[in-house]
C-alpha cells in the first residue's frame, strides 16, 4: 500500500509563500503521476497542480498557473508545491495524491491526509 505524506502547511498573509512536500513510501511505482489537490470547507475538491513521475511535465488549474510550481524529488520519492503570491482563496486542505496518468491527465489512486493552508487578508 502507498502511503503518501503532506507536511509544510500553515498560515501566511496574502501575497506570502508557502511550500508544502509529500512523501511517498511503500509500493513504489505503482503509479506515474502524482499532484496536489485542495478542499475548502463547504466546496469540492479541486485539482491544483499535477505532474509525471517520468518526464516531470507540470499541469496547473487556471487559479493558480502563474503562481504556484510543482515539482519532484523521483531519488527521494517526493513532491512539493511551491506557492507564491497567496491569496485568501487559496485558504484549503491540500492533498497529495498519486495516479494513472491517461490522455492527459492525472487520475488519483492514493491520496495523503491533508495539510491545511490558511492565506489571511
Known amino acids: 500500500q502507498v502511503q503518501l505524506v503532506e507536511s509544510g502547511g500553515g498560515s501566511v498573509q496574502a501575497g506570502g509563500s508557502l511550500r508544502v512536500s509529500c512523501v511517498a513510501s511503500?509500493?513504489?511505482?505503482?503509479?506515474?503521476?502524482m499532484g496536489w489537490f485542495r478542499q475548502a470547507p463547504g466546496k469540492e475538491r479541486e485539482r491544483v497542480a499535477t505532474?509525471?513521475?517520468?518526464?516531470?511535465?507540470?499541469f496547473y488549474s487556471d487559479s493558480v498557473k502563474g503562481r504556484f510550481t510543482i515539482s519532484r524529488d523521483n531519488a527521494k520519492n517526493t513532491v512539493y508545491l511551491q506557492m507564491n503570491s497567496l491569496k485568501p482563496e487559496d485558504t484549503a486542505v491540500y492533498y497529495c495524491?498519486?495516479?494513472?496518468?491517461?490522455?492527459?491527465?492525472?487520475?488519483?489512486?492514493?491520496w495523503g491526509q491533508g495539510t491545511q493552508v490558511t492565506v489571511s487578508s
Open positions: 495524491a498519486a495516479g494513472t496518468w491517461y490522455i492527459g491527465a492525472c487520475s488519483p489512486d492514493y
Open positions: 511503500g509500493a513504489n511505482w505503482r503509479w506515474n503521476c
Open positions: 505532474i509525471t513521475t517520468n518526464s516531470g511535465s507540470a
